[in-house]
């Protein structure tokens, strides 16, 4: 990455009308069939597009492809029965309805591949994909085979590895791994949340990134986070691990969370993307919001470790609200990018662009 503050989105962007209902989670698809393909295809194209058009620097596929960014996944491999479904807690937050793991799991095809491939068609900039992580796979399933969260997890890892290693041969920069379940089952991920993580990115030349979060605006996420009290240190636990572990890049909310910012200070060495965009308000920042929000990180994380982002993905947002807010987030970038080229001028002198 040549210049300072690399700007990007977590993840998703809202899909567009004629490819599933908007502003709604897990919207089932308008289209089937060989139409399907072509609609996301398209759909990831504009995606592509409108971040480029934004200023964005590393690119992503806004997930127009997936109807959810864990069970899309598991829809593609063996081992999983879509029609035994069972009522299971989610994140110990709220049920849903999911499918069973009845055998062996197994990746019988890459899932991702030709959508990485279109992507990195599409720009010469640098692109990430985002992949769920193992704990939050296992927490979306109901298992009737391995009979231990932790087996199903290490055996989820394998996959992920395989498909990882997929994604980086088809030119994707940097991997994500979502793990919002890390924010929930701290012993757990103490226990084999982060090796696991770990196995998942084994040996992998792309930059690798995890995304834990306190979720969308939904009202179950909205409910629990307010049982959290006025300061979410949730990342208290999970932080210290993530920073001993091999992961390069760790993903948080800074924008309207109750996250304390000196939490970040835990995470030392390692870079840091750092959401200046509210995803659960329609309100668009202003580039002076994004980038006092980014001020107030610099004390706690390297500015050539600091890489400006969203909270969270922003399918459930209108486009042109998810337009202006990818708009305010480069233009706000922009403003803390010249501030620090005229403090330190060997930050900011390569050109803008990658
Ligand atoms: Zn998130």
Redesign the pocket.
Same mark, same amino acid.
């Given at each position: 990455m040549n210049n300072a503050l690399p700007t990007s989105i977590? &993840?998703s962007l809202p899909k567009p009308a004629w490819l599933a209902e908007p502003e709604k989670l897990w919207s089932p698809w308008k289209l089937e069939g060989a139409e399907l393909v072509e609609g996301t295809r398209d759909a990831l194209n504009l995606a592509a597009d409108d971040q480029l058009h934004a200023g964005i620097d590393i690119i992503s596929d806004g997930e127009q492809t997936r109807q959810h960014f864990v069970t899309t996944f598991i829809e593609h491999l063996g081992g999983v029965d879509f029609d035994q479904r069972e009522t299971v807690r989610i994140r110990d937050r709220y049920d849903a309805s999911v499918p069973t793991v009845v055998g062996a799991v197994t990746r019988e095809r890459s899932v991702f591949v030709d959508d990485a491939e279109a992507l990195r068609a599409r720009t010469d900039r640098p692109i990430k994909w985002a992949l769920p992580g193992p704990m939050t796979m296992i927490d979306t399933l109901y298992d009737r085979h391995y009979g231990s969260r932790e087996k199903l997890a290490w055996e989820f890892a394998t996959i992920l590895n395989q498909e990882a290693r997929e994604l980086q041969a088809a030119g994707v920069d940097i991997i994500q791994f979502?793990e919002?379940a890390f924010n929930v089952f701290f012993d757990e991920v103490k226990d084999w949340g982060v090796a696991t993580l770990e196995r998942a990115a084994e040996g992998l030349r792309s930059e690798t990134v995890v995304?834990i979060?306190y &979720?969308?605006g939904i009202t179950a996420n909205t409910e629990w986070k307010a049982t959290l009290g006025s300061e979410w240190r949730q990342y208290e636990e999970s932080f210290p691990l993530l920073q001993r572990s091999g992961i390069d890049m760790v993903s948080l909310e800074c924008q309207h969370s109750r996250v304390p910012l000196e939490l970040i200070e835990l995470l030392r060495g390692k870079k840091v993307m750092v959401g200046a965009i509210d995803v659960a308000s329609s309100a668009i920042e202003t580039p002076e919001e994004v980038a006092e929000t980014l001020r107030s990180v610099l004390p706690f994380v390297d500015a050539d470790k600091l890489y400006p982002s969203t909270?969270? &993905?922003m399918a459930p947002l209108a486009r042109d609200v998810a337009r202006g807010k990818m708009i305010a987030l480069a233009g706000g970038a922009e403003i803390v990018r010249a501030e620090l080229a005229g403090a330190a001028p060997s930050l900011a002198a390569s050109p803008h662009g990658l």
């Amino acid at each position: 990455m040549n210049n300072a503050l690399p700007t990007s989105i977590v &993840g998703s962007l809202p899909k567009p009308a004629w490819l599933a209902e908007p502003e709604k989670l897990w919207s089932p698809w308008k289209l089937e069939g060989a139409e399907l393909v072509e609609g996301t295809r398209d759909a990831l194209n504009l995606a592509a597009d409108d971040q480029l058009h934004a200023g964005i620097d590393i690119i992503s596929d806004g997930e127009q492809t997936r109807q959810h960014f864990v069970t899309t996944f598991i829809e593609h491999l063996g081992g999983v029965d879509f029609d035994q479904r069972e009522t299971v807690r989610i994140r110990d937050r709220y049920d849903a309805s999911v499918p069973t793991v009845v055998g062996a799991v197994t990746r019988e095809r890459s899932v991702f591949v030709d959508d990485a491939e279109a992507l990195r068609a599409r720009t010469d900039r640098p692109i990430k994909w985002a992949l769920p992580g193992p704990m939050t796979m296992i927490d979306t399933l109901y298992d009737r085979h391995y009979g231990s969260r932790e087996k199903l997890a290490w055996e989820f890892a394998t996959i992920l590895n395989q498909e990882a290693r997929e994604l980086q041969a088809a030119g994707v920069d940097i991997i994500q791994f979502d793990e919002p379940a890390f924010n929930v089952f701290f012993d757990e991920v103490k226990d084999w949340g982060v090796a696991t993580l770990e196995r998942a990115a084994e040996g992998l030349r792309s930059e690798t990134v995890v995304h834990i979060c306190y &979720g969308y605006g939904i009202t179950a996420n909205t409910e629990w986070k307010a049982t959290l009290g006025s300061e979410w240190r949730q990342y208290e636990e999970s932080f210290p691990l993530l920073q001993r572990s091999g992961i390069d890049m760790v993903s948080l909310e800074c924008q309207h969370s109750r996250v304390p910012l000196e939490l970040i200070e835990l995470l030392r060495g390692k870079k840091v993307m750092v959401g200046a965009i509210d995803v659960a308000s329609s309100a668009i920042e202003t580039p002076e919001e994004v980038a006092e929000t980014l001020r107030s990180v610099l004390p706690f994380v390297d500015a050539d470790k600091l890489y400006p982002s969203t909270n969270c &993905g922003m399918a459930p947002l209108a486009r042109d609200v998810a337009r202006g807010k990818m708009i305010a987030l480069a233009g706000g970038a922009e403003i803390v990018r010249a501030e620090l080229a005229g403090a330190a001028p060997s930050l900011a002198a390569s050109p803008h662009g990658l």
